[in-house]
């Protein structure tokens, strides 16, 4: 609208000048209107917010609570023998793989971003596939190839002539050195993933201007490029330190005994659960202080780009044997972290097939889909409405407590399964007591002793996982609509089912999807809350290799990975093809 003209004229497009903000406020035209009712929403979203909140809450209140009110005082008992040696050995298996994984995920993410070498777009997909197979899965392959009676040191022994350990050098793999190794060939995508991103966002104005003030390629790689990635680089590396304490299956294996292994074996093997608490709560500083670590790495640090324009990554190629080099380093991760795990998982699923199916495969496969759809759809659907209450409530509260919210993803399986199992035992206890009382009937364990429990827990483990493209695609939806729909009677509830779900169909699939294969993987919960003789995949694998047949386990492995392929693929086609004004990213992908 011009000053100059005589009659206002109501547009929907914001307001540029002035004036027409003055106007638009004087008048209150109809979208304010409508914006302003839209704002007045019923309290029941910000109760549902503050509801699923406290389920978050819970595990974490109930481990700190039980490990200040133990019935045995253990402290200074675990002070003295437990936990100097869990926590130190957390700490460096933690410390290494973020090291090892910060190198090679950024090294890799920057070489596959700004070089052009044979097999480059090829790499760029290959490098992600590692995250698709479990860290537990990784390290049974490696301790069955690398161990004393594996082919690899059989076969040493035979051409040279050793008749016992003692008369040549090998490499412990069950060694926290080997932790280290298997972790990090496993987890250095997270830091791939997000360092690409981050790289291939970066405007490219920036990297010519240090490269015109006399800085070589590496230069302007560190002093430029490293610390504009700072904040992605830093969440990448946290989500490993997560996996890294998240951890049961592989560093039981492995003989390495953190905190998460000193949790399972305190509870299980000594059933001393006031002791599990108070490890529990060690880790949970432990990842407090990682958090604020974290957020003190990104230090609030926000880049942005001036213009709207984007020029083309200018690739710089690297051809004959510079190419071949740079495309042979490259590959080592994914060599390590896919490669060679499924070169030992193919082989045995073809070759004990019929055992594996004799060792309760279907069965295992049916309850793992049973599960995890089921946790899918719950998580999905809490998701939904604490994203759409954070977006139509705009109070302070629903912002803050859906953040908090998210970081259900930061607490261990283990953490989890001891937090949830106590206060659900209690109400079946009370319900139990109830009905024999009031009716004479026992109604036994209807919480803690079902599905209900490991599916709450996944549903806290895995709520950010979900909420993350859920906020994405909300975002993505013009507010226009919701004010247009206010307008025309809507209620907040049948504007998010009119409107809001149609649009949405690709974000809630995608999270989904994501929940389903996390589901599939995780091992600590779902071997601490699952019913008696109730086997998934991941808990299937677990008790054949901890027997020493992971033979029979192949298929269940093979099967793990296969559909944890799927997600990975798709996320990596999100980050590749994130570059500001391109064309479908193709100059960020390709």
Known sequence: MSVRDPEPVISTAPSTSLSDATFSFANLPAKLKAWHHRRRVSPGWTIIVAAILIVVALPIATVVLLALTPTDNIWPHLVSTVLPGSVARTLLLSGGVAVVTFAIGTATAWLVTMYRFP??????????????????????????????????????????????????????????????????????????????????????????????????????????????????????????????????????YLGVDTLSASIYSTWVQRSNIGGAAQIATVMLLLLAILLAAERKLRGGARTHHTTGRYRAIPFQELEGWKGVTAAGLASLPFVFGFIVPLGVIIPDAATHLHDAMSSGFLPAAGNT????????????????????????????????????????????????????????????????????????????????????????????????????????????????????????????????????LPLLAAPLGAAALLVFVDCMKELPATLLLRPFNFETLATSVYSLASIEQLEQASLAALTIVGVGLVPVLLLHEAIAGGRPGSRAGSHAAH
């Open 119 to 252: 097999g480059r777009n090829l790499l760029d997909r290959l490098l992600v596939l590692p995250l698709a197979v479990p860290t537990y899965i990784v390290a049974y392959c490696y301790v069955e190839l690398l161990d004393y009676a594996g082919p690899i040191q059989t076969q040493l022994r035979a051409t040279f002539g050793f008749t016992t350990a003692a008369d040549y050098w090998f490499p412990h793999v069950r060694s926290l050195g080997g932790a280290i190794f298997i972790f990090s060939s496993v987890l250095y995508p997270y830091v791939y993933l997000t360092a690409r991103a981050s790289f291939a966002q970066q405007s490219v104005c920036v990297l010519e201007v240090a490269r015109t003030l006399g800085r070589s390629p590496l230069a302007a790689f560190a002093d430029v490029a490293l610390p504009m990635a700072r904040p992605a680089i830093a969440a990448g590396v946290a989500l490993v330190i997560m996996e890294c304490l998240n951890d049961l299956g592989a560093v039981q």
């Open 369 to 500: 889909l049973l599960l995890a759809t089921m946790a899918a759809v719950a998580t999905v659907a809490l998701s939904l409405m604490l994203g759409y209450a954070r977006r139509i409530a705009g109070n302070r509260f629903t912002s803050s407590a859906a953040r908090l919210a998210a970081l259900g993803y930061a607490i261990p399986g283990t953490v989890l399964a001891i937090g949830l199992l106590l206060p659900l035992a209690g109400i079946d206890n009370r319900v139990d007591e109830f009905m024999r009382a009031t009716f004479g009937v026992s109604t036994g364990l209807i919480l803690s002793g079902s599905l209900f429990a490991i599916t709450l827990a996944y549903i806290i483990r895995f709520l950010a996982v979900a909420l993350a493209p859920i906020e994405a695609g909300l975002e993505r939806v013009s507010t226009n609509l919701d004010a247009a729909a206010r307008t025309l009677g809507e209620t907040a509830l049948s504007s998010l089912w009119r409107v809001h």
